[in-house]
């Protein structure tokens, strides 16, 4: 059965550095979202991604992070400047059609732990 | 607000008995979608169920049940005849149009369900 696949499992970066996680949605999904989940809280929408274009963002969402869709498979989350509070799990999912009716299905996750 | 409550933050159980969570929402929407997802302690989400809000009827899934009602929106959850294998955090999510046609999802906090043995 396909899933949405993320590397790296774990990361440790040092407060200041760029990260770049990386996600591979299922194969005919359309739409890509990441979200992150801070240790113990709940999962928080961070971005969705529709049409080689960024459709919502949350406030978390500020300039130091981007998405890029780089080719037909990947879908990448950048911070560019990381901060101790980015530390979190953080989760791509993906879905298959443009409407409201389909299921996100979840990445195995990246937990980033900023230094 | 809280879009989507989950009232109880941790539960614990002995090992065969049933046990619900209860998840209540709030939207403006008559057109929305509900989910539960479960954590396992290794951490990723996987996914339970979905429910359009124009489907009010109840599901069964093996131990899983679901009840829908709309009129208290409520999204609850029961595992019957509970296994320690049940012991994880339990999302509800709720998606609606958010305007441009991303349907995110908003979790509630999550219920943390521990079964003894």
């Known amino acids: 059965e396909p899933e949405v696949t993320q590397t790296p499992s774990h990361q440790v970066t040092q407060m200041g550095q760029e990260v770049i996680l990386r996600c591979v949605p299922i194969s005919n999904h359309l739409y890509f979202y990441w979200y992150r989940q801070i240790l113990g809280q709940k999962v928080e929408f961070l971005v969705s991604?529709?049409?080689?274009?960024?459709?919502?963002k949350s406030e978390i969402f500020d300039d130091q992070f981007s998405v890029e869709r780089p080719d037909g498979s990947n879908f990448t989350l950048k911070i560019r400047s990381t901060k101790l509070e980015d530390s979190a799990m953080y989760f791509c999912?993906?879905?298959?059609?443009?409407?409201?009716?389909?299921?996100?299905?979840f990445g195995p996750g990246t937990r980033l732990l900023v230094l | 607000a809280q879009k989507v409550t989950q009232a109880q933050t941790e539960i614990s159980v002995v090992e065969k008995e049933d046990v619900t969570l209860d998840c209540v929402y709030e939207t403006r929407d008559t057109t929305y979608y509900l989910f539960w997802y479960k954590q396992p302690p290794s951490g990723e989400l996987v996914f339970l169920i979905r429910?359009?809000?124009?489907?009010?009827q109840n599901e069964i899934s093996g131990r899983y049940s679901w009840n829908f009602q709309k009129s208290t929106s409520s999204f609850n959850f029961t595992i019957t005849a509970s296994q320690v294998v049940d012991s994880a955090v339990y999302f509800c999510?709720?998606?609606?149009?958010?305007?441009?046609?991303?349907?995110?999802?908003?979790f509630g906090k999550g219920t943390k369900l521990s079964v003894i043995p």
């Open positions: 429910r359009n809000s124009f489907d009010e």
């Open positions: 991604f529709y049409n080689n274009e960024i459709s919502e």
């Open positions: 999510a709720l998606s609606e149009n958010s305007g441009a046609g991303s349907y995110q999802l908003t």
């Open positions: 999912a993906s879905r298959k059609l443009a409407g409201g009716g389909e299921t996100q299905y």
